[in-house]
């Protein structure tokens, strides 16, 4: 339209030339001025938008710098031309279709060009990637092994908890029974108190529950500690033996072992073992005492095991006419139990082949023996099942009956002196008898079997620094036979006595008759004389007592049983 006012005005002069031309070439002049002003004024205008332009840019290029690679210089260079160029195209005649279909394809053209160019660019930025990626699985490493370290401290953690049961430390355990047996003993269950930490580690929990179960199921005597916290004193008490019919065992039923047994299956235990002990209130006795007044739910401390002695590889495994007796006094009826569970738990299938076993079992009063006693309950058990091989009998204080020197005689069947020595004197006495009236039939007559002991224990000469029954070795604790189980001392533990009669090889001695004596210090030092201190350790001294008589008597008493203090 501007353009064909503009040719319009252009032509005017020629069409009215004649009357008014300077005028119309005033016009014109005007017209052309004021579009020569108005030109200029929009070449400012856009020359003032293209820097303003520019300078956004610019701010926008920093910025953009600071996050993203610099644009190359080139495209710096295309955008100021466009943006001049765009400046111009608005200054110049609006572009005829033709010219806008030109301008597109160019635009067209030009970005193809571009993203050829990024194309070409882009294995340069490929050759920065790997330096990226480097980073990467540096990264990815340096994570590996921090887990792995973290991983390995939080094993060692739990490795390094405390077995639920161990020698070094006391551990919690729970009261979660508690039964009165007479005016002075009771029986305390007892359970362990896991961790949170055992939680976390449940198989190596399991492992630690399995093995304190084995543990409680372990041959011969043993005993653990119990911590009075109060007085920071410990004393030994001896576990009943664990095993289903006297349900030491104690089935968890809580509702987070349930959960876990759930989420866990097989791998969590049914069964918690237990732990049971039986206790007699001493009189002023710290420990005792102090245990008496806990109720269920308490927590006392345990630490152990304290193996004793094993009652099996003493007595022997195959020897089936072998012998063991069991003085008890009291609780010590405890150790006594727990040899004659080991007995028959190892010659269960072979019968023939246990060794006869005794126990005189001394009471205070007919209370403590009553028939439902689950003392008394256990001891018939054994009784049955063993059929007839494992028997006991009471003693009351209360009613007059005492173990004798007799008992000892008739249970040990230790035979007559030989024929040489003079003939004991009879007596009348019953306090008495048991040192020779009961031996005058036998004296005349011995038995076949107690010729043959006589015989052998004669030929045999005892090597004095035999470990397995040199009175020397003897006397060192009884807690010596634990290191031969642990295979500290297996050298040791071999029988070196020697065994050569006129020239002949006899049957080595290793086992033999077992003489256990077991119950509160009075009873031990009158049936077979003191224990005593050495070096740290309790030791067994030599034998005396009621047992250290008979066997002045009775040479069979000392060469073919051994006496144990327990
Ligand atoms: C291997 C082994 C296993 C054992 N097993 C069992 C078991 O299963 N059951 C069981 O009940 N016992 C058992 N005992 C015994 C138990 O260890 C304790 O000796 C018993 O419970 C008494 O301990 P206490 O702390 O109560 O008494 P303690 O404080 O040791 O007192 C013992 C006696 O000394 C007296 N006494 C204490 N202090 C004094 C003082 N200042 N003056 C005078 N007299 C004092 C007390 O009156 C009491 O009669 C076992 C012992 C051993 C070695």
Redesign the pocket.
């Known amino acids: 339209m501007s353009g064909r006012l503009l040719s319009a005005g252009l032509r005017l002069p020629r069409q009215v030339a004649a009357d008014g031309r300077l005028d119309l070439m005033k016009m014109k002049c005007v017209s052309l001025s004021s579009h020569h002003a108005q030109r200029r004024t929009l070449q400012r205008i856009y020359e003032q938008k293209i820097q303003h332009r520019h300078f956004h840019a610019s701010v926008s290029q920093a910025a953009q710098s600071r996050f993203s690679p610099p644009k190359s210089k080139k495209d710096d260079q295309h955008y100021s031309q466009e943006e001049l160029k765009t400046a111009r195209g608005q200054d110049e005649p609006r572009p005829s279709r033709k010219e806008k279909k030109r301008e597109r394809e160019k635009q067209k053209r030009e970005e193809d060009e571009t993203s050829r160019s990024q194309k070409r660019e882009e294995p340069e930025n490929e050759s920065e990637e790997p330096e990226n990626e480097s980073m990467g699985p540096g990264t990815m490493a340096a994570g590996i092994v921090i887990v792995a370290v973290f991983g390995y401290l939080f094993w060692q953690v739990l490795e390094g908890l405390p077995e639920p049961l161990n020698g070094q430390t006391f551990s919690p355990f729970e009261i979660i029974d508690r039964q009165q047996v007479s005016p002075t003993?009771f029986i305390i269950t007892v359970k362990p108190v896991l961790s949170r930490w055992h939680m976390f580690w449940w198989p190596a929990t399991v492992a630690e529950l399995n093995r304190l179960e084995v543990g409680l199921e372990r041959e011969g005597t043993w005993?653990v500690e119990i911590k009075?916290p109060e007085l920071q004193?410990a004393?030994?008490?001896?576990?009943l033996p664990n095993h289903k019919g006297f349900s030491a065992v104690h089935e968890d039923t809580s509702a987070w072992t349930i959960a876990r047994r759930i989420v866990l299956g097989s791998l969590t235990p049914q069964l918690i073992p237990a732990v049971k002990?039986?206790?007699?209130?001493?009189?002023?006795?710290?420990?005792?005492?102090?245990?008496s007044r806990r109720k269920v739910g308490d927590i006392i401390e345990l630490r152990g095991p304290?193996q004793?002695f094993d009652v099996v590889e003493r007595a022997g495994r195959k020897e089936g006419d072998k012998r063991v007796v069991f003085l008890a006094g009291?609780?010590?009826i405890?150790?006594a139990l727990q040899a004659a569970e080991s007995i028959l738990q190892c010659h269960s299938h072979v019968m023939k082949q246990m060794p006869q076993v005794d126990i005189i079992w001394a009471n205070r009063s007919r209370e403590d023996c009553r028939p439902d006693n689950p003392i008394i309950e256990e001891l018939e058990r054994f009784k049955r099942e063993s059929r007839g091989k494992i028997n006991y009998v009471c003693t009351v204080d209360e009613e007059g009956s005492f173990i004798t020197a007799d008992d000892i005689i008739t249970k040990t069947q230790i035979a007559a002196p030989p024929p040489t020595q003079p003939s004991p004197t009879p007596t009348t006495s019953p306090q008495k008898s048991w040192f020779w009236s009961s031996t005058s039939s036998r004296q005349a007559a011995p038995a076949p079997e107690a010729q043959r002991s006589h015989l052998s224990s004669a030929a045999r000469q005892e090597d004095p620094d035999c470990y397995f029954h040199s009175p020397k070795i003897l006397i060192t604790s009884a807690g010596e036979d634990h290191e031969k189980v642990e295979g500290k001392n297996q050298r040791r533990w071999e029988c070196t006595c020697g065994t050569k009669l006129g020239g002949v090889d006899l049957e080595k001695p290793r086992y033999k008759n077992l003489l256990m004596v077991?119950g509160?210090?009075g009873f031990i030092n009158y049936f077979a004389g003191p224990k005593y201190w050495a070096d740290g350790k309790?030791r067994q001294g030599p034998v005396g007592g009621v047992i250290g008589e008979l066997a002045k008597k009775y040479p069979n008493l000392a060469s073919d049983w051994l006496v144990l203090k327990?």
């Open positions: 003993a005993a009075q004193v004393r030994d008490y001896t576990p002990l039986l206790i007699r209130k001493t009189d002023g006795g710290e420990v005792s005492s102090w245990l304290h004793s009291g609780t010590g405890a150790p077991s509160p210090e309790e327990l």
